[in-house]
Nanobody
Framework: QVQLVESGGGLVQAGGSLRLSCAAS????????MGWFRRAPGKEREFVAA????????HYTDSVKGRFTISRDNAKNTVFLQMNSLKPEDTAVYYC???????????????????WGQGTQVTVSS
């Protein structure tokens, strides 16, 4: 069992920044990969970013490359998503997820993830 709790969402103007955090508990955090996904109103869930167990390998969807950075602090059991130069189209509920495959890669496939947080709302005004 893994529990994931996101925080850091909110309302920001276009061009602004937010930093999302996801605190994990229940399993050895440094053993598994983590991902961020989002769901905008009326749209399917989409992959945003992922990081492998060590933090040494990351993946991003094209629309956020150069603006978002995923990182993790294994000592604090936390994964982060730093979001800069935010755009109105980034508005969504953001979810963190855990892929419990031992020392797994940073998968872009939501189906590979075993546990999900409750989500945090990010709203970017124009």
């Amino acid at each position: 069992q893994v529990q994931l709790v996101e925080s850091g969402g909110g309302l920001v103007q276009a061009g602004g920044s937010l930093r999302l955090s996801c605190a994990a508990s229940g399993r050895t955090f440094s053993d598994y990969a983590m991902g961020w996904f989002r769901r905008a109103p009326g749209k399917e869930r989409e992959f945003v970013a992922a990081v492998n167990w060590s933090g040494g390998n990351t993946h991003y969807t094209d629309s956020v490359k150069g603006r978002f950075t995923i990182s993790r602090d294994n000592a604090k059991n936390t994964v982060f998503l730093q979001m800069n130069s935010l755009k109105p189209e980034d508005t969504a509920v953001y979810y963190c997820a855990a892929d419990l495959k031992f020392l797994g890669i940073a998968s872009t496939d939501g189906g590979e993830y075993d546990y999900w947080g409750q989500g945090t709302q990010v709203t970017v005004s124009s």
